[in-house]
Nanobody
């Protein structure tokens, strides 16, 4: 069982930045960030394939969000710049033991482990 703990959410004005962190209790393989606004489905934001060299993003965040990791600390990050009110949501970190250096997983159902979520609110 892998435990994931997110942090770094908060309230920020449009155009501002936040950095989310996700600490895993053990080494994981495929990692992802998702977000869910009230009354909506959990949507894909970013994914990192096994090995950490291949990262992919949802079109809505490309050029604004950057996913990275510190493998030694079992931690992944989501740097969010140029935030927009539409980015307001609860952000979740996800992990799965599937391997594959270039394999990305875009559906929430493909991830086995989830964090508790951290709220991001962007005011206009």
């Amino acid at each position: 069982q892998v435990q994931l703990v997110e942090s770094g959410g908060g309230l920020v004005q449009a155009g501002g930045s936040l950095r989310l962190s996700c600490v895993a209790s053990a080494r994981t393989y495929a990692m992802g960030w998702f977000r869910q606004a009230p009354g909506k489905e959990r949507d894909f934001v970013a994914s990192m394939a096994y090995g950490g060299l291949s990262i992919d993003y949802a079109d809505s965040v490309k050029g604004r969000f950057t996913m990275s990791r510190d493998a030694a600390q079992n931690t992944v990050y989501l740097q969010m710049n140029s935030l927009e009110p539409e980015d307001t949501a609860t952000y979740y970190c996800a992990a799965d033991p599937k391997r594959g250096y270039s394999m990305h997983f875009y559906s929430a159902g493909e991830y086995q482990y989830w964090g508790q979520g951290t709220q991001v609110t962007v005011s206009s």
